[in-house]
């Protein structure tokens, strides 16, 4: 496990998107420690009288050379409301890297990443460290509508990005289960590696498991401490409760009671 | 320079602050963030004689400055514990305490003598306050006459010191107090988590598995506090605080209150440093007040 830290960020860039999510740049005052993709942190809220524990967010990119990472936020209740409205210069307290992050070493030549909503978050930088291991990833996006297609441009800049919308609105219609990619082509790929809603996560599971490709799935269940103490976000697994924060959040589906 | 020091009963802590069971898992957790042995005493998660897999997710609902857990002493039992947890606390310069839960009087029995046997553990602390879990558990700690027998039951086979950890749902805390005080006990702990509720109303379900948990966090103190003073004032053995400490003033309260030193919990969720940083916190308070030891704090309130 990676050597974790409690440290003071600096809001360097606050971007919304859509009035629905937003995307935090912050700068760490020195040279920040080794991070593995799909790994989170737990974000101190800024003081309120209804938000009083951490909320747990999962790493978006990591700069090494501006000392940055990013965090890419769905605004849903009031302590992500909290983190919408920090502006340039706010200091953002985070405890971090947590938890296991994908398996870059078993991932294969040719991994699907596969992401959901705002589950497509950890998957810039896990897409760039496979990238960067001389592997040759590919996306697979699902998303309501066209608007809810988050990052685009920067996922493209990496690999070859394949969408989904329920409306039809861009890419193919229906669900990420509906694309050819996983209906049709899904034994192409080395693993998937995934990331979105519980019911697309099982039925993406379910289809790798039927195909017997490798496939990992990427967790977020409600949690308070995010180091494996408070034993409040476990997932049942064959070989009993499993803390999501400190043994997850990333499962291989075998593992899982799916 | 100011003597942090308290003997609880014989049990010597470097300095008051230890943490609550449940929260710092079995310590080495917090080995990233902070110098563990620096703390006065740390208390490991509820064991039991038998492996526990706890109750179902979900086990945890966010309160206005504070939350409801309902665990239900998830554990592996004692036998894992002495054999494959314990070797690794013995590195630790601190008092190493192990909170002992059960189900049945025999299975507490079972599981403390087991722990009597670890000689890096110098103390327990006998949780008859939990609220999570069906049977036992806070049923014990909730009626004087039980609490009495199994703190008795428990003083015969465990020969170090026993520390009593107390429910606050109950009508009288004193009298539970006074129960494990003529049991055996050789200090008290208070209070365990309030007994709460939360709903979600637009599913109209509860938001956690078992319906109610156990409530922590800074929105307790205020009742933590007023039963610490009540209870320090009732019983001869020391009073340990805690509920709801988020900082040193907190803790600072506590000892005001009467308690001779202060288990942190909940806070350490929000801050894995926070333990330290209210060792720092009482130190300048003392400092401050040109106090030269802990003794001085505890149980200097002025009511005139």
């Known amino acids: 496990m990676l050597k974790r830290f409690t440290t003071d960020f600096t809001v360097v860039a606050a971007e919304m998107i859509d009035c629905e999510y937003v995307l935090l740049t912050l700068k760490h005052p020195e040279q920040l420690p080794e991070i593995n993709a799909g790994q989170f942190v737990e974000v101190k809220l800024p003081d309120s009288a209804t938000s009083f524990l951490r909320r747990p967010i999962s790493i978006h990119d990591v700069n090494r050379d501006n000392q940055t990472l990013q965090l890419l936020i769905r605004v849903v209740g009031n302590g992500t409301k909290l983190l919408s409205l920090l502006t340039i210069g706010d200091k953002l307290n985070l405890v971090y890297p947590l938890g296991n992050g994908f398996s870059l070493d078993k991932a294969g030549n040719r991994p699907l990443l596969v992401g959901g909503g705002v589950g497509v978050a950890p998957m810039l930088y896990l897409g760039k460290r496979l990238v960067e291991m001389g592997a040759q990833p590919e996306f697979l996006f699902g998303a309501r509508n066209k608007s809810g297609l988050l990052r685009l441009a920067e996922f493209e800049k990496i690999a070859k990005v394949n969408i989904t919308t329920e409306d039809g609105s861009v890419g193919t219609k229906g669900f990420v289960t509906n694309h050819s990619a996983i209906e049709s082509n899904i034994a192409n790929y080395s693993s998937l590696l995934v990331c979105g809603p519980m019911p697309m996560m099982k039925a993406v599971a379910a289809k790798a498991k039927a195909a017997g490709v490798r496939c990992e799935v990427s967790l977020e269940n409600k949690m308070a401490c995010g180091i494996g103490v408070c034993l409040c976000c476990v997932t049942e697994t064959k070989e009993g409760h499993k803390c999501v924060c400190s043994q997850g959040p990333v499962f291989e589906i075998n593992e899982l009671k799916w | ?304």
């Open chain 2, 1 to 304: 320079m100011v003597d942090l020091s308290v003997n609880l009963n014989g049990l010597q802590l470097k300095n008051p602050v230890m943490t609550a069971s449940g929260t710092f898992g079995y310590g080495y957790e917090y080995d990233d963030f902070i110098d563990v042995s620096s703390l006065g005493g740390i208390i490991v998660k509820g064991t039991t004689l038998a492996p526990r897999e706890g109750n179902a997710y979900p086990r945890l609902a966010e309160t206005p400055q504070g939350m409801i857990n309902a665990v239900g002493l998830q554990n592996k039992g004692v036998d894992y514990f002495c054999k494959n947890i314990y070797p690794k606390l013995t590195k630790y310069t601190t008092n190493v305490l192990v909170n002992v839960s059960g189900s049945t009087i025999d299975d507490y029995v079972e599981c403390a003598s087991r722990i009597n046997e670890l000689d890096a553990i110098p103390a327990i602390e006998l949780n008859i306050s939990c609220p999570n879990v069906k049977h036992g558990g806070m049923a014990f700690g909730t009626n004087p006459v039980a609490t009495e027998e199994i703190v008795s039951a428990i003083r015969k086979v465990y020969h170090k010191h026993l520390m009593v950890k107390l429910t606050p749902n109950v009508t009288s805390i004193v009298d539970i107090a006074k129960a494990a005080e003529a049991g055996g006990a050789d200090s008290v702990s208070l209070i365990n988590t309030l007994l709460g509720m939360a709903i979600d109303a637009e599913r109209r379900r509860p938001v956690i598995s078992t319906i109610t948990g156990g409530m922590s966090g800074a929105a307790v103190k205020p009742i933590a506090l007023r039963m610490v003073w009540q209870v320090s004032h009732a019983v001869k053995i020391p009073v340990v605080g805690l509920g709801g400490i988020m900082n040193a003033t907190d803790a600072v309260e506590f000892l005001i209150a009467g308690a001779s030193a202060v288990e942190v919990g909940t806070a350490n969720f929000i801050d894995p440093t926070i333990t330290v940083k209210i060792v720092d916190g009482i130190r300048d308070y003392l400092e401050r007040h040109n106090m030269n030891s802990v003794s001085e704090l505890i149980d200097s309130l002025q009511t005139e």
